[in-house]
């Protein structure tokens, strides 16, 4: 099954939580154990843009993320492992689950294509 394991930092100012090294060893090991079906980083924060559509179709554009959250998305993995568990495993393993960093897990939808 396949799993989404979208990274947030703690924060905007949370880019030093973990070095590249970390990264590169955590993309190594879930490419070689055979898991991987795409993942990427995402460009720095203030390059964000949001779109709203209100009621009467109007689009409104607005630079940057939420003023409101707390929590960058920095990046997501997909992986395809047998359950949730293995999922929560590489989860738990990931840089990006430390120093205030959370990870969430969430099923791809599968409609039988």
Known sequence: MKYMMLINAANADAGDQCNP???????KQVAEAGILVSGESLADLTTA????????????????????????????YVIDVP?????LDWAARCPGARGGGSVVVRPIA???E
């Open 49 to 76: 843009t949001a779109v709203r559509v209100g009621p009467d179709g109007a689009r409104t554009v607005t630079d940057g993320p939420f003023a409101e959250s707390r929590e960058v998305l920095g990046g997501f």
């Open 21 to 27: 090294e970390e990264w590169m060893i955590y993309d």
């Open 83 to 87: 359950d949730l568990d293995v999922a």
């Open 110 to 112: 599968d409609f039988g």
